[in-house]
């Protein structure tokens, strides 16, 4: 169980697009989901928290206008990267926490990679 | 503050044990976690300590936490060719939501 799920895996576009990155609990219901974007051998770095319902809370350097979170339901969230640029290109993980008995824990998504030409 | 240290690499021979460590600043954490990543992959949760404990052991995977150095190491037995991967500790702090605070991360090369 505690499974979470991205896609696409990867993605290249070009740059000026927008790309959206779906992140899915396949089995339990998240209340909270997690954004963070990982640069090469380099840490994970939170950029946004989403509730269920309500809007993102974003971390402090992260632009809400430029990574667009919506949470719309207790399974999906979806990060939308706007007016994408080369210096966004990066490894984008999801993670969900179901607020049960497990509230300690996070469950990752195995990530998506994004190229931004 | 928020940091959360880890030296870069880690080399060791099959079968030998492995010791990551791991040291943060803030002493209000309620829970620290041991993840793994291996390449092109998410992280998996591999164990978790409350902070009110010094010790924890699963299978070949034994955590030690000393608050008063806030130190935290994870310590694999037996280690094999396949436990290598990057190894990221990482703390939750009280009264910080549920946000987590990701250590930088040891890659561990297990050589035959």
């Known amino acids: 169980g505690a499974v979470v799920s991205q896609h696409p895996s990867w993605v290249i576009c070009k740059s000026g697009t927008s790309v959206k990155i779906e992140c899915r609990s396949l089995d339990f219901q998240a209340t909270t989901m997690f954004w963070y974007r990982q640069f090469p051998k380099q840490s994970l770095m939170l950029m946004a928290t989403s509730n269920e319902g309500s809007k993102a809370t974003y971390e402090q350097g992260v632009e809400k206008d430029k990574f667009l979170i919506n949470h719309a339901s207790l399974t999906l969230s979806t990060l939308t990267v706007t007016s994408a640029h080369p210096e966004d290109s990066s490894f984008y993980i999801c993670?969900?926490?179901?607020?049960?008995?497990?509230?300690?824990?996070?469950?990752f998504g195995p990530g998506t990679r994004l190229t931004v030409l | 503050g928020e940091d959360v240290e880890q030296s870069l690499f880690l080399s060791v021979r099959e079968g030998d044990s492995s010791v990551i460590n791991c040291t943060y600043t803030?002493?209000?954490?309620?829970?620290l976690y041991w993840y793994k990543q291996e390449p092109g992959a998410g992280l998996q949760l591999l164990t978790y300590?409350?902070?009110?404990?010094d010790m924890k052991q699963d299978q070949r995977l034994t955590v030690l936490l000393n608050k008063k150095d806030k130190h935290l190491s994870l310590r694999i037995a037996d280690t094999q060719t396949g436990d290598s991967a990057i190894y990221f500790c990482?703390?939750?702090?009280?009264?910080?939501?549920?946000?987590?605070?990701f250590g930088t991360g040891t890659q561990l090369k297990v050589e035959l």
């Open positions: 993670s969900a926490r179901d607020g049960g008995e497990r509230e300690y824990e996070q469950f």
């Open positions: 300590i409350f902070s009110n404990m």
């Open positions: 803030d002493s209000s954490s309620t829970y």
């Open positions: 990482a703390e939750k702090l009280t009264g910080g939501g549920n946000k987590l605070t």
